[in-house]
């Protein structure tokens, strides 16, 4: 017989938002520590992958009594996704928004660990359930493919992380059990010497679709708290497309499903999109999006006015200046199950389009042309489909 462990370093790679119940700082508080770090709870960890196995039918009922009718403790046992880097928090402010007009009452804060920060979490499998490793091994890239995410949101960017470091030891209990009672899971230097661990285990049942885009026009998604003046500058824009910490701008995976969504329901209807991208009287989204960092672009202040349609004079107090993003480069990443109906791969496809024609905004201010974009690659399951732009096949991204 044996027991076997996981040692599981991994990064964010969009916001994480596992909330405490909280709301000293937001609707919507970070859990922490007594100390201030942020963590996630083995709850949340364990929780997630639970999540993830309910509704994938390829996993057996009892690999993480994922079916409500087995009352027996798992043979799973995972811990606290533990802080091993400096992280820094920041408040998100969302709003829905229907025909580009915000919906009453539904605007909200959340606190979220930014991109970057590192987590180590262990994972323990015992000696009754190591015909599980399999599967375990299987979940674990699905973190990695960005299939099983952490936390809230996480349908709209939220809780992405790729694993920088997975190592795995096994104990033969009939041989070796005094090095197994002597081992600690959670000492580093038991881990020095063991070699990274990889698995090629995936699963199927999903359409990862990879988007490069470069903007056509500037981008302006706003957030109003822009700071005080800093070294020579002599102000500060009224409003600022939405940065990270380091100062890297961003478009927001509730951005990228906001505008996907509406501009699906004109194709497709009221019913057909809340099925795909969940509503209160369905699941939740069965497509989620990625945050998208923007590569190499330019920020630029502009002075913006109101004019009065009568007197065509510039109304009092009307102007304001405004940080914006162009010139720059972005990935978005899809991931949507293939049992969706033909109807709606051919509807999202030509979504798609519509982003890559310039027909679909994304962010504010469309009316006057900011939030335009165009494709440069676009990918299927790791195969290019670029062509299928050009030659205007719907059908060409799913076959």
Same mark, same amino acid.
């Given at each position: 017989?044996?027991?076997?462990?996981?040692?599981?370093?991994?990064?964010?790679?969009?916001?994480?938002?596992?909330?405490?119940?909280?709301?000293?700082?937001?609707?919507?508080?970070?859990?922490?520590?007594?100390?201030?770090?942020?963590?996630?709870?083995?709850?949340?960890?364990?929780?997630?992958?639970?999540?993830?196995?309910?509704?994938?039918? /390829?996993?057996?009922?009892?690999?993480?009594?994922?079916?409500e009718n087995i009352f027996r403790k798992s043979g799973v046992i995972f811990s606290n996704a533990e802080l #091993?880097?400096?992280?820094?928090?920041?408040?998100?402010?969302?709003?829905?928004?229907?025909?580009?007009?915000?919906? @009453?009452?539904?605007?909200?804060?959340?606190?979220?660990?930014?991109?970057?920060?590192?987590?180590?979490?262990?994972?323990?499998?015992?000696?009754?359930?190591?015909?599980?490793?399999?599967? #375990?091994?299987?979940?674990?890239?699905?973190?990695?493919?960005?299939?099983?995410?952490?936390g809230s949101k996480v349908s709209r960017g939220y809780g992405m992380v790729k694993i920088i470091s997975l190592?795995?030891?096994?104990?033969?209990?009939?041989?070796?059990? /005094?090095?197994?009672?002597?081992?600690?899971?959670?000492?580093?230097?038991?881990?020095?010497?063991?070699?990274?661990?990889?698995?090629?285990?995936?699963?199927?049942?999903?359409?990862?679709?990879?988007?490069?885009?470069?903007?056509?026009?500037?981008?302006?998604?706003?957030?109003?708290?822009?700071?005080?003046?800093?070294?020579?500058?002599?102000?500060?824009?009224?409003?600022?497309?939405?940065?990270?910490?380091?100062?890297?701008?961003? #478009?927001? *995976?509730?951005?990228?499903?906001?505008?996907?969504? @509406?501009?699906?329901?004109?194709?497709?209807?009221?019913?057909?999109?809340?099925?795909?991208?969940?509503?209160?009287?369905?699941?939740?989204?069965?497509?989620?999006?990625?945050?998208?960092?923007?590569?190499?672009?330019?920020?630029?202040?502009?002075?913006?006015?109101?004019?009065?349609?009568?007197?065509?004079?510039?109304?009092?107090?009307?102007?304001?200046?405004?940080?914006?993003?162009?010139?720059?480069?972005? @990935?978005?990443?899809?991931?949507?199950?293939?049992?969706?109906?033909?109807?709606?791969?051919?509807?999202?496809?030509?979504?798609?389009?519509?982003?890559?024609?310039?027909?679909?905004?994304?962010?504010?201010?469309?009316?006057?042309?900011?939030?335009?974009?165009?494709?440069?690659?676009?990918?299927?399951? *790791?195969?290019?489909?670029?062509?299928?732009?050009?030659?205007?096949d719907l059908y060409g991204l799913w076959r």
């Amino acid at each position: 017989m044996y027991h076997t462990y996981y040692r599981v370093v991994f990064q964010l790679t969009s916001p994480l938002s596992v909330g405490n119940g909280g709301s000293s700082n937001s609707a919507h508080d970070c859990v922490r520590h007594k100390d201030g770090s942020p963590y996630i709870p083995a709850a949340a960890v364990a929780g997630a992958f639970r999540n993830f196995c309910i509704k994938n039918k /390829d996993i057996p009922d009892d690999i993480l009594n994922n079916n409500e009718n087995i009352f027996r403790k798992s043979g799973v046992i995972f811990s606290n996704a533990e802080l #091993i880097s400096e992280s820094v928090s920041s408040v998100r402010e969302t709003i829905s928004l229907k025909e580009k007009s915000v919906v @009453e009452n539904t605007d909200f804060s959340m606190e979220v660990v930014e991109t970057g920060a590192e987590f180590v979490s262990y994972i323990e499998i015992d000696k009754f359930n190591q015909d599980k490793q399999v599967y #375990i091994e299987k979940l674990l890239n699905a973190v990695n493919d960005s299939l099983l995410r952490f936390g809230s949101k996480v349908s709209r960017g939220y809780g992405m992380v790729k694993i920088i470091s997975l190592k795995k030891i096994s104990f033969d209990l009939g041989n070796n059990l /005094d090095k197994w009672l002597d081992f600690d899971m959670f000492s580093e230097s038991v881990w020095d010497s063991t070699e990274e661990f990889v698995s090629d285990n995936r699963f199927s049942g999903f359409y990862s679709i990879r988007i490069a885009v470069k903007q056509k026009s500037s981008l302006s998604i706003r957030v109003f708290d822009t700071g005080t003046a800093k070294g020579n500058e002599k102000y500060v824009p009224d409003q600022k497309h939405i940065t990270l910490r380091n100062g890297k701008a961003v #478009i927001t *995976g509730t951005s990228w499903a906001g505008a996907f969504r @509406e501009r699906f329901r004109l194709f497709a209807g009221d019913e057909r999109t809340e099925r795909l991208f969940g509503s209160e009287n369905y699941s939740r989204s069965k497509i989620t999006f990625s945050e998208s960092v923007i590569d190499n672009c330019i920020f630029k202040n502009t002075t913006r006015n109101s004019i009065d349609r009568f007197s065509s004079k510039i109304k009092s107090g009307a102007i304001y200046i405004e940080r914006n993003c162009s010139d720059g480069t972005a @990935e978005l990443i899809i991931n949507v199950p293939d049992d969706i109906s033909e109807n709606d791969k051919k509807c999202l496809s030509a979504v798609i389009f519509d982003l890559n024609l310039g027909l679909l905004s994304v962010g504010g201010l469309a009316s006057v042309g900011h939030g335009m974009f165009s494709i440069e690659n676009i990918s299927v399951n *790791g195969t290019d489909k670029t062509y299928c732009l050009e030659k205007n096949d719907l059908y060409g991204l799913w076959r």
